[in-house]
């Protein structure tokens, strides 16, 4: 915390001096100009804690200046990441009222934690010092608070934090949340150059010395990380798989609500509107009984035209039929090529009957045009109406139809929809699916 | 549009559906016949000498491509425009290459045949959706086969880059207007795609286009 106020200082002398030179501010309050309230780690533009970025605010200095300086000092001595995490620590952030050390106070095992990694640090370094290993040496406290502090930091820090947090280790830790995958290279090489490092002093700074102490010292090293990072690796591993199971979930729960919604509640939307025949509504209320069991007992889903049609004008004929049949609108059905059915044609099928569907009960027209052309690695298909139209960007994020049932669906197979929608001249949805390897031989007729 | 009538003359075999098409054209067209079979379209189109026949693609004496080959051997000036509820796409290229000027479904809208009128009587082609379709089948399913194909005329055995952009488009259901305003080219260029790729479909030689329909016909 003492040194704190170097850093200030001299950041702050700068800042005078630039300040100076444009408008001369007499306005000065104790040691430091008040223009920026209390100093507060940001949130806005954080790269890490956002220390930097609170003191850009508070000073005037650009972030760029203050984040250099913070690396620089860091590289020579270790110094500025000492800082940075101490006041990462004691600094209130922006728009709350503890500091990250007043909670830490009552993590008794993240102080033991943290001691550990202290110790353990510092303990690594006297090793390296005995063995001659040059630039650890007495300068070495900085990267040991550093790590205490950041041991305490990371259990302590506010969900939001965690995240930040999360996002910046992501590449050392390899595997991410996103589902993207892990940033190998980075890690590979980060493990080559240590490695690289490890080689060069073993085989030219002891080469001529022949006793056991580099490589005893290296596998303390080693014992060392292993022990203390052990257990949080399998902690870490398990958060990972326990969020990898719940996406998996949310994603089941999405896929189920989306073909709900395409059977179900498209039925019961139907027969609402044909109350007053009943002869309808009993056909209706058959076929949607009929799909729900085919779904809940063999595993087929509604709204999918799994074991209807085996190929992809097959498909766009049965929804030309349905789509006439439910709601007495011309679907004007053209294919062009053909190819078989596989998982990702069959969700393009289903995007593309949703995006029919969607046509025959909102756009008022008489009549929808339902191309859909194979082409040697893509298949896309494309519905346009003439009717009333709407605008894109108005459409709430809740209406199911479009957002889930076309663009997720797409986006779940690696495919792709765009809708182009003018009021009062219709809409056009433009659905496109990569075709994968396996699928590329067209299917002709013998 | 031009205040000069073009005169029709309609050939189907349901009395219902001619006299259906006769309201619908209303006096924005000259109706100045109508016949209900190959030989009497043939007779009765010598006889009347018509600018535009509309034609069913089937007949029960045969199909709607006897008529055109017939009748473009002596009255060249007649200009035919296939119209049909839902046919096999051979029957439709069948009548398309021995001449007709265009094809509609019987879905279209009065206002729009009249229009699909006029342009068959100026001279223009006219492609609904569906027969762009069935061409862009038929040219991307039948690929060139040189084995098979000895007289090989690469000119008129293929389709350009951008003639299939706008058989796309219209199969996707765009007018030539937004055709034109989608490719950034002028409607008339537009129609001068169209027009070459009737002139390609009804002049090429080529072997694949027959064996497409015999595929077609299999399924």
């Known amino acids: ?446 | 549009m031009s205040e000069r009538r073009p005169s029709v003359f309609i050939v189907d075999d349901h009395g219902l559906f001619r006299s259906g098409v006769r309201s619908e054209l209303g006096d924005q067209v000259e109706v100045v016949g109508e016949a209900d079979d190959v030989q009497p379209a043939i007779t009765g189109i010598a006889r009347c000498e018509p600018e535009v026949v509309l034609l069913d693609v089937h007949l029960p004496g045969g199909g709607g491509h006897d008529v055109v080959s017939a009748i473009t051997k002596s009255h060249p000036r007649v200009r035919f425009l296939a119209l049909s509820a839902s046919d096999a796409p051979e029957d439709v290229i069948a009548v398309i290459r021995s001449g007709a000027r265009g094809y509609v479904t019987k879905t279209i809208s009065g206002a729009e045949l009249v229009d699909a009128i006029r342009r068959v009587a100026a001279g223009d082609a006219v492609f609904s959706p569906r027969l762009a379709g069935f061409v862009l089948d038929a040219y991307a399913s039948a690929q060139p086969d040189q084995r098979v194909q000895p007289a090989f005329d690469p000119e008129l055995d293929q389709l350009t880059p951008r003639e299939r952009d706008v058989l796309r488009l219209i199969a996707r259901g765009y007018t030539y207007k937004e055709i034109a305003r989608e490719l950034f080219i002028s409607a008339k260029t537009v129609e001068s795609h169209v027009s070459s790729v009737l002139r390609k479909l009804q002049l090429s030689t080529r072997h694949q286009l027959t064996r497409w329909a015999a595929e077609r016909r299999l399924n």
């Not at chain 1, 040496?137 to 259990?155: F, Q, Y």
């Not at chain 1, 209406?399 to 779940?412: F, I, P, Q, T, Y």
């Not at chain 1, 003018?422 to 949805?429: L, N």
């Open chain 1, 1 to 446: 915390m003492d040194d704190r106020p170097d850093l200030a200082e001299s950041s702050q002398q700068s800042s005078q001096q630039s300040s100076q030179q444009s408008s001369p501010q007499p306005r000065r309050a104790g040691l430091w100009p008040r223009d920026g309230g209390p100093l507060r780690r940001q949130r806005e533009g954080r790269l890490a804690g956002g220390v930097a970025a609170g003191l850009s605010v508070r000073t005037g200095m650009g972030v760029s200046a203050i984040r250099a300086a913070f690396v620089i000092t860091s590289l020579i001595s270790g110094f500025g990441a000492a800082v940075y995490v101490l006041a990462w620590l004691f600094l209130p952030a922006e728009g709350e009222s503890s500091t990250i050390a007043s909670r830490a106070q009552g993590d008794k095992r993240g102080i033991g934690l943290a001691a550990a990694a202290a110790s353990l640090l510092a303990l690594v370094l006297l090793i390296g010092a005995l063995l001659h290993i040059g630039w650890i040496g007495s300068l070495s406290w900085p990267p040991v608070v550093a790590a205490a502090g950041l041991v305490l930091v990371w259990r302590n820090a506010s969900p939001d934090e965690q995240a930040v947090l999360r996002r910046l280790s992501e590449p050392l830790l390899g595997d991410t949340a996103a589902g993207q995958p892990p940033r190998r290279g980075l890690r590979i090489t980060v493990a080559a150059m240590l490695l690289v490092a490890g080689l060069v002093i073993l085989l030219y700074q002891h080469l001529n010395r022949l006793d056991l102490w580099p490589i005893t010292g290296v596998a303390l090293m080693l014992a060392a990380i292993v022990v203390l990072l052990g257990p949080w690796w399998l902690r870490i591993a398990r958060d990972l798989m326990a969020e990898r199971q719940a996406r998996v979930r949310a994603e089941e729960r999405a896929e189920m609500a989306s073909r709900v919604h395409d059977s179900v509640l498209q039925t019961l939307a139907l027969i609402q509107r044909r109350a007053d025949d009943p002869q309808q509504v009993i056909s209706l209320a058959r076929a949607s009984e009929r799909e729900l069991r085919s779904w809940l007992f063999d595993g087929r889903a509604p709204g999918s035209l799994d074991g209807l049609a085996t190929t992809l004008s097959g498909g766009v004929r049965l929804i030309q039929q349905e789509v006439e049949a439910q709601h007495g609108i011309v679907v004007e059905a053209i294919s062009v090529g053909d190819c078989d059915l596989d998982p990702d044609l069959s969700a393009l099928l289903a995007a593309a009957r949703e995006a029919t569907v969607n046509a025959a009960k909102w756009s008022g027209a008489s009549s929808v045009a339902l191309f859909a052309e194979v082409e040697p690695d893509a298949v896309s298909v494309f519905v346009r109406d003439r009717g009333r139209g709407f605008d894109p960007d108005a459409v709430p994020q809740d209406r199911k139809g479009l957002a889930e049932s076309v663009h997720a669906r797409m986006a779940r197979r690696g495919g792709s929809a765009t809708v182009r929608s003018t009021p009062g001249q219709g809409t056009e949805v433009a659905l496109t699916m990569p075709r994968t390897a396996g699928q590329r031989e067209p299917s002709t007729a013998p």
